[in-house]
């Protein structure tokens, strides 16, 4: 399955699942191919008592590339509880950071970051799981992240895809790590980050720069920050292809999906308007192409779910 205008093309597969497989700059030929996607899924809320953390406070760590013990915030001890964070910035989420004076470059620093904030955890919560979705999902994302409760390493991920799930971390009771929650009572939560790149592969420095969607507020909307106590959501895959319908124009295709043991409809709509990209030169086009990539210009969607039960 093909959509597209002058300037820019995608590849849908609907084998094994529905997935946007590459992206086509039809005025370079420039081909951007994805890993193949996991199967299409719905996530659904459950009634699990969440905890969003509104802000944090932020201090830049080491800016070269060194051990995470060695970086000078963990020798500092900012992983500790009793660290004084009066001067710190002020930040509202975990992959918001100062790009520019401060890093190497507007969309590239190798160093690290450290976020800290406090959240009081009620004691009826105690016997139960406790869940902790913090980062991003996107190329915006750090790629390397410690998350430390009261002093104590609770998890660690390093997303490797450009797109990827927000990193979450599961603490079971009865672990070593669950007995450093204090339930009825404050806790402190810091994360030690490290590496941003937002930059796009084969452009020029300065060119991505000027592509990257945030530039030097560093600051991506795609990020999760909260606790949960118990499972936050379930996921509802195995949706079976129905039926699609392509617009005689070639720049849209809509999926009808169902998931028949919950009796749940799907409707996934991908499109690119008819005048992305149509502008400027073939460089500039090229240019327009990556940021919009960015800004997920080819967008698919949730058109409707309709629940039967």
């Known amino acids: 399955m093909f959509i597209c205008n002058d ?14 497989s590459e992206l086509v700059n039809r005025i370079t030929g420039h081909t951007f191919r994805f890993h193949e996607s996991p199967p299409c899924a719905l996530r659904l809320g459950t009634e699990a008592e969440r905890i969003d953390i509104p802000g944090w ?9 060194v051990a995470p013990e060695d970086e000078r915030g963990y020798r500092a001890g900012f992983h500790k509880p009793d660290v004084d964070v009066t001067d710190w910035i002020n930040v509202e989420l975990l992959n918001q950071f ?3 004076r401060v890093a190497y470059s507007t969309i590239v620093y190798p160093g690290y970051g450290w ?23 996107d190329n915006q994302d750090w790629r390397d992240y410690r998350v430390y409760l009261n002093g104590t390493l609770i998890g660690h991920a390093s997303p490797e895809d450009p797109w990827h ?3 979450k971390y599961v603490l079971h009771p009865g672990s070593p790590e669950y007995d450093v929650i204090a339930f009825g009572s404050s806790n402190v939560l810091a994360v030690q980050t490290r590496g941003l790149d937002r930059s796009f592969q084969g452009m020029s420095m300065p060119n991505a720069e ?15 920050q909260y606790i949960s106590i118990g499972p936050a959501y379930r996921e509802v895959a ?3 292809l129905l039926d699609h319908v392509q617009t005689p124009d070639k720049t849209a295709v809509e999926f009808r999906m169902r998931n028949m043991v919950e009796s749940l409809d799907l409707g996934i709509r991908y499109w690119i308007g008819r005048d ?4 400027g030169t073939v460089s500039a086009a090229a240019r327009i192409l990556c940021c919009q990539l960015s800004r997920i210009i080819i967008r698919a969607w949730l058109s409707h779910v309709s629940s039967r039960f």
């Open 57 to 65: 406070k932020l201090r830049p760590g080491s800016s070269d590339v």
């Open 98 to 100: 100062p790009m520019g």
């Open 238 to 240: 195995d949706f079976q």
């Open 7 to 20: 300037k820019i093309g995608a590849s849908i597969d609907l084998e094994p699942e529905v997935h946007l």
């Open 165 to 167: 799930p927000a990193p």
């Open 115 to 137: 976020y800290r904030c406090t959240f009081d955890l009620s004691a009826h919560a105690k016997g139960k799981s406790v869940e902790f979705v913090l980062g991003g999902c």
């Open 210 to 224: 000027q592509c990257c969607p945030y530039g030097g507020q560093s600051k991506s909307l795609l990020a999760d």
């Open 276 to 279: 992305e990209a149509a502008r």
